[in-house]
């Protein structure tokens, strides 16, 4: 199979500006991003990084007015920039949809669960008000709730049900490509796998491709088949999860791993990477990370390229891709 038969989704050198009173804020700065058809693949980085706005670039949901946008999003062959708001609502919620991380905020408090994954359907599905309510109480089932659920309101669900109406929804016209930003940080941690369990059952059953978004690299290790980590606006390194979880490449990647808090850590402090990330206003030219690392030298002012290395990585699902002058061995 080419690239094109195995991708699901591929951003090309994504850039995007927000226009705003105070300057412009370049908050994606050459974004390469790579889903293969049929994996979950991972999206970590510190708050801020521009991991929601990637997404919201990919379903199109970024202010036109204010936002500046550049690159490429390659979708079954089209460059999804290109297309019209008509376009993009033919695939927004049909062929690509999206988790957010508050069900609460996304479900309207004033329609019953039914009536909300029933018109989700009824846009882009041409079924009978049998249809659409017998197969919305299938989705229900599917996502673990009795089909009694449809006639109530959101307010009445706990966080954990709500959210798993809100994949009901995402998945209720059977997507290729499904986004999850953060969608169980408002969770406690038993909801949380069983939502994360549900997510991954379903991505099976529906050969789905996922886009997980989260903060938490045991949600990476236990779920995703490859993970992109980003900062400051671009992907500074793409590995097979397992892979980079054991042995990140990229010196900020090695840092967010450090940080993860081990149990047999035995009361010693955490790591923290000292100082901040740049500020988005006016972006160093260079490795955006170089002021904060310790292998930064006079080379980390040019801007190193996300570059393939390794080729012993593909059993374990993927490629390596990373961005340093500085490679670990
Ligand atoms: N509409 C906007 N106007 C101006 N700046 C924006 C806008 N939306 C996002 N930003 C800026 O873009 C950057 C990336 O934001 P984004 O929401 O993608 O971060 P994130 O990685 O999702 O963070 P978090 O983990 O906290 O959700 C931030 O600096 C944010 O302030
Ligand atoms: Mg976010």
Redesign the pocket.
Known sequence: MNKIETEALSIENLSCDFLTVEGIVYALSGVNLHLNRGEIHGLVGE??CG???T?RAILGLLDKKRTRLGGAIRFDGKDLLSLSEKEMRSIRGRRISMIF?DPLNSLSPLETVGNQIEEAMSNHLSLSPEELHDRTAVLLEKVGLHPDTSARYPFELSGGMQQRVMIAQAVCCNPELLIA??PTTALDVTIQAQVLNLLKSLQKELSLTVLL?THNFAVVAENCDRVSVMYAGRIVETAPARSLIENAAHPYSRALIDCIPRSHAGGNALPVIPGFPPRLYDPPAGCPFAPRCGKADDACAVMPPLTAIGSGDTNAGGDRYVSCHHLEA
């Open positions: 708050s801020g991991k929601s706005v997404s991380q930003d953060e978004i």
